[in-house]
C-alpha cells in the first residue's frame, strides 16, 4: 500500500503569459492575462495532494524571491519539504507563452533545483510504503542525473517509482536514461516523447517497444484528449478513453495526469482505473486556465459520475 509519494523532481517559478499567437521572431506581444506561480514538479505534486496523497517535496530550493514563493506555495499546498534551502543561489524560473488554442511554449532559465547531489537524496529516509516520482528535466541536469540515477538503485524493492521524461526526453545521458528505466515501475510519456524513444508514431505500438525496455510493471503512453495507452507487463495493450472538453489552456495537463494516475494507485485502484480517474483530471485541468489546475478528489468523483450518466 502507497502512504506517500516523494518527489524528486524540480520546483521552479511559472511566469505564464496568456497570448493571442506567439510573437513572430524579433517581435513582441501583448498579453492579455499573465501570473506568477509555483510550477514544474509543484504541478504534479499538488495533483496527488488534492487526491488525498501525502506528499514530500525531496528537490532542491534556493535563496531568494523565487525560492521563498516556491515554499510558500508548497507549505500551502499542504506538501512537505524535506531538503534545507541551497544558500547563494535562487530557485530557477520559466516564462511560458499559452496561445490562443491552449498550447503552450516555454524557455527556462535554471536555479538551485538544477543542483541536488546524491548526499542529499540519501538524507531523505524511503521506505517499501512510499512512491517516488522521478522528472527527465532534472535527469537532463549534470549534477541531478547521475544522483538520481544512482540513488533510485538502492531503494527497496517495493517502493514505486514512476518516472515522466518529459519533453526534453532526448537530451537525458543515456547511461542515465538506461538506469532509471531499468528501476521504474511505471514510464509515464505523452505520444511525442513515447515517439523520440521508440520510432514508432502509433501509440500502441509505443507503449509495447517501451514496455520491452523498462525494467518493471508498464508503461503509460498519453494521447491528449483520446486518453492514454495502459500496457501492463505481460499484458496486451488497453487504450483507456479521453473524455471531451473545450480546452482552455493545456499547461500542466500531464502534470495532472501523472500525479492523479499515483494517487489511485495509492488508493487502491487497478492501473487501468487509475489511468481513467488521471484522463478525467486532465481533461478538468485543461478547462482552467494555469499550470497547477488539477482538480480535487471530490471534483473528480464529480465529473466520472456525470460521464457514467451521459452513457
Do not use: C
Not at 517516488?132 to 532534472?138: H, I, L, W
Request: negative net charge; aromatic residues 4%.
Amino acid at each position: 500500500m502507497i502512504e506517500r509519494l516523494v518527489h524528486v523532481g524540480n520546483v521552479v517559478i511559472d511566469l505564464v503569459m496568456n497570448v493571442p499567437a506567439l510573437p513572430v521572431r524579433g517581435g513582441d506581444m501583448l498579453a492579455h492575462s499573465s501570473q506568477v506561480t509555483a510550477g514544474g514538479g509543484y504541478n504534479v505534486m499538488t495533483a496527488a495532494r488534492r487526491q488525498g496523497l501525502p506528499v514530500t517535496y525531496a528537490g532542491a530550493h534556493g535563496t531568494g524571491p523565487f525560492g521563498d514563493l516556491a515554499r510558500r506555495q508548497l507549505a500551502e499546498a499542504g506538501i512537505d519539504i524535506a531538503q534545507p534551502a541551497t544558500a547563494g543561489v535562487d530557485t530557477g524560473f520559466d516564462v511560458a507563452l499559452v496561445d490562443a488554442q491552449g498550447e503552450r511554449t516555454f524557455a527556462t532559465s535554471l536555479g538551485a533545483e538544477a543542483r541536488l547531489e546524491r548526499q542529499d537524496l540519501d538524507a531523505v529516509p524511503v521506505g517499501p510504503s512510499d512512491a517516488v516520482y522521478v522528472s527527465g528535466y532534472g535527469l537532463v541536469y549534470p549534477s541531478n542525473g547521475p544522483a538520481i540515477a544512482g540513488w533510485l538503485g538502492g531503494l527497496p524493492d517495493r517502493t514505486l517509482v514512476v518516472t515522466d521524461p518529459g519533453p526534453l526526453v532526448s537530451d537525458i545521458p543515456e547511461p542515465v536514461r538506461d538506469a532509471v528505466l531499468k528501476r521504474t515501475d511505471w514510464w509515464s510519456a505523452n505520444l511525442r516523447e513515447a515517439q523520440t524513444l521508440t520510432g514508432q508514431s502509433d501509440p500502441v505500438r509505443a507503449a509495447e517497444a517501451l514496455s520491452e525496455r523498462t525494467g518493471r510493471s508498464g508503461v503509460l503512453v498519453r494521447i491528449g484528449p483520446d486518453g492514454a495507452v495502459v500496457k501492463e507487463r505481460g499484458r496486451p495493450a488497453v487504450v483507456v478513453p479521453g473524455f471531451p472538453v473545450a480546452q482552455v489552456d493545456a499547461n500542466g495537463a500531464g502534470d495532472a495526469h501523472v500525479g492523479v494516475f499515483i494517487a489511485g494507485l495509492a488508493h487502491g485502484l487497478s492501473p487501468v482505473e487509475a489511468v481513467r480517474r488521471a484522463n478525467a483530471a486532465a481533461a478538468i485541468a485543461v478547462t482552467r486556465s494555469g499550470p497547477a489546475t488539477a482538480p480535487t478528489a471530490a471534483e473528480t468523483d464529480e465529473f466520472l459520475a456525470a460521464a457514467r450518466a451521459l452513457r
